[in-house]
């Protein structure tokens, strides 16, 4: 356990601002406890673009592409052009080519267990896990905020 | 703030913002050089050059510091002691006085204090205030502190800028859900939406910067100025946003990784979700926020604010349609008929009506308030089929850009204005399917044949109709092709489609009509332009949807065109020149009418089947089976007349 305590440690830099000996075992039981009710796991790609929309895909092409990249591939010939043009389908934008691949596990893990009846009891095992980890570490979380060196306290009165 | 089970998520999940735990530990940074979180989408790196240059700057204004204290103090103080000011500068102080006051009461800003108590508390020169202003939004007041003016923006290098999803998130789930089932062979699931929103936002950010929070506002009871500093982020700080953003994306990837499909949009989570889930996804949103934040469970009391929280009082919850980012989205039909539908709240198209009656009434409007208008205008149409509309906003563009120190609301912003006033409260909603339709779509191919005349013709007078004829040829050339009514096509299918009785495909030319052409813009001399081909390839797409509006109505059309420009302006549904604007609004409203999804894509012109009866030159597509028809036109009162007309025509519920 200590063994893995100082792996994690060294692995994860999410509580590298404390010094090891602060880092209670509490922690690393939680963060076991989260990867066991992990459903979509893999690193998401860092977004390069903003939002992808249907319109993008179904709206039109404003750009002379080359040939080659065209639906249609002919350059000459109003015959041949027609002819390839009477196949063609509508574009259309997938929830694949849409989605972010963790928004996508995420949504195949809710169709697949909401199709075999087991969605709600996974989910409130997911919750149970939260609240007891959650509460687990509160304490030190406590303790922590308490030795913070923000300039001020920021509670704030509830509206 | 439940900082180790922030920190455990981040840990459990590999997520990439690893400094997260110790920003709620230790506070965000407000200004200055903000590291790289890893939670947004990298900006252009600065150069070393950048670099230097950025903190020569901002050394520069942190040295100007007590000088621009004095100055605000000076600005703020006359601003509230003048002997008169406009009404809506009155309204303003009054609610900059009113919204502090309340921010005072629920504890998200310090109590008033002197220059003296400032100076004391963060030393000579450390501390940058800023003015406060106030921006009525909606239906309320909100307070935003100029982080640009106290130039404490330009004392601050970010490397990363946030994406925000799109409203349109629910059909994208529901494409996604559709094509699962499918590939599982599992009945389509039932999907609902729901929505969440984070008390107090910004302001439950701790900063480590909070003499750069610092704002100045007039103390009507003493008065004399104080100074308030925010415990969190302030609303004007061009940090604010990345840094606030970092949370949300945080617990919304904490979602997805538990199987809950959750985005969202700064302090607002989107959740779509099965049916069958019966609202434990939205539950889990709340726990996961609940166990990272101060721990309070849903309905229980929350007597203070100590960490982001879930508002319950805004939650919406899940159900077959909910309005989300200012869009109604209806889910309903996605699993039934396969469509998801979205159109702009009430809310919205009332307020950018009210926008318009103001500006009227006041006979006044700036280029600040023609950009608000256009950008509002923007979004709003976006949730409209196609891209109707989209055109009419030349003249807030006009305004915006173009028109210096002008303010009168003239005859183009109203036009624009009735426009919106007959379109707005009646747009099409937006239908989108789930799956690809079992109907092909129609193929439609449109040319324009223009070119000045070599000889001067003699026939002509100084007529203007006339005039154009000796000027210029010019020919129009449609084909429309329907692979369900074609016998030698695979999807010959007559019976699924409207039209078929009339051919698989149809054709027509003809010279633009006079009265049609005569609308086109002058040179400013007066005389023709040189060209005019952009415009009458519009028009040609203009004549075939409406010479053939009941076999394009509610279709899927490829669009095959050879003129960039006119391609160009069709798909941003929008033209820089007035006449042309004119004619692709005309278009879009037409399309919008008859429900048409077409995708716009260029073809060489030596491949343009249109080409052909643009030069009467019949002989191919006879080959093909094709029959000539007559190309029509709408009356040309129409072009001059009120745009929504347009749109009445072929609407099933006009306006």
Known sequence: MALALVALLALAPALDFLPSAKVPRAYLEAVAALQSIEVC?????????????????????????????????????????????????????????????????ATEHAVLKAADGSLEAHRSKVIKILRTHGEQLRPYSLSLNASSCRPMSSRYRAG | MNVLMLAAFVDAYDLPDKDIARCFWHGFQAIGAVPDSHAHRLLAPPTTLDIARFESNLQQIMIGNEAWADEVERIVTKRNKASSVSADTHDRLNAIVETTEKELTKGLISKGLSRGQVT????????????????????????????RRSLLNNATLLLETIVTPSYELPLHVARAAAAIANRHGIPQAELHYGLDDLLAAFRTLPTSQQQFNLFVTWSPRLQRIEYHYCYGFVFGLKSSVTQFNRFPEVTAAVARHLGVPTAHYVDDFQIVDVAAAKASGQDIVYEIHCQVGDGIAAGQPRPFISSPAVELAKRKPMAPSNIGLG??????????????????????????????????????????????????????????????????????????YHDGDETEFSEALQHAYEFDAALLPNLPFRVELVEPPNVRPLLVYTDAMFRPRKRKRRDCDDDVLEAWKARFVSKLGIVLYDPHCDPDNTAYEPALVAGCEDGHLVYASATPPDDIVATFLRARDGDFQKTYIAQLEVLAGVAVYFTYPDRVRGRQVNHFIDNTVALSGLVHGYARKLDLARIINAFHLQIAALGANVYYEFVPSKCNVADLPSRDEYELLDEHGGKRTPMLFPPASDWTGPLDLWFKRFSANPP
């Open chain 1, 41 to 105: 796991e893999g690193k998401v790609p860092r977004p390069t673009s903003s939002a992808r929309h249907v319109f993008d895909t179904e709206g039109g092409d404003k750009l002379v592409k080359p040939v080659h990249l065209r639906r249609v591939k002919v350059a000459a010939g109003y015959g041949l052009h027609f002819d390839a043009a009477k196949q063609l389908g509508f574009p259309f934008a997938s929830g694949e080519q849409l989605l972010a691949p963790d928004m996508l596990c």
């Open chain 2, 120 to 147: 004391h508390k963060w030393g000579f020169g450390r501390y940058r205030p800023m003015i406060r202003s106030a921006v009525f939004q909606g239906e309320k007041w909100r307070c935003i502190d100029d982080g």
């Open chain 2, 327 to 400: 869009v109604m989205v209806d889910l309903s039909k996605a699993h039934t008929e396969g469509t998801v539908a979205f159109m702009p709240s009430a809310n919205r198209v009332k307020h950018i009506l009210e926008m318009w009656a103001k500006a009227k009434r006041s006979n006044r409007m700036t280029s600040g308030e023609a950009s608000t208008l256009r950008g509002k205008r923007q979004f709003l149409l976006e949730c409209a089929q196609g891209r109707v509309g989209r055109a009419s906003s030349l003249s807030l563009v006009q305004r915006e």
